[in-house]
């Protein structure tokens, strides 16, 4: 058999960040449209998780992906 390389799966904090944080900014028109008193709280969390979401390893605005020439940028992997 050959040599088997681990899968990346998507579920490594930086990429749960960034999902979370992408799906609160996408969310965030819909939120200020039905509750107009909260504004200021609303784009506070969302600023906060995309914030987090920079700082969460490997730190930087870049997703993780197996192809990566960068090193340090490479997903986690599922150890078996």
């Known amino acids: 058999m050959g040599d088997k390389k681990q899968y990346h799966q998507g579920h490594d904090p930086k990429s749960l960040a ?3 944080a992408t799906s609160l900014l996408f969310m965030l028109p819909f939120g200020l449209y039905f509750d107009g008193e909260n504004i200021k709280m609303y784009i506070a969390v969302v600023a906060a998780c995309l914030l987090l ?3 969460v390893p490997p730190v930087g ?3 993780p992906h197996p192809y990566t020439d960068k090193p340090g ?7 078996s």
């Open 53 to 55: 979401s920079l700082v």
């Open 61 to 63: 605005w870049m997703r």
């Open 73 to 79: 940028n490479e997903p986690w992997t599922k150890s």
């Open 18 to 20: 960034l999902n979370l």
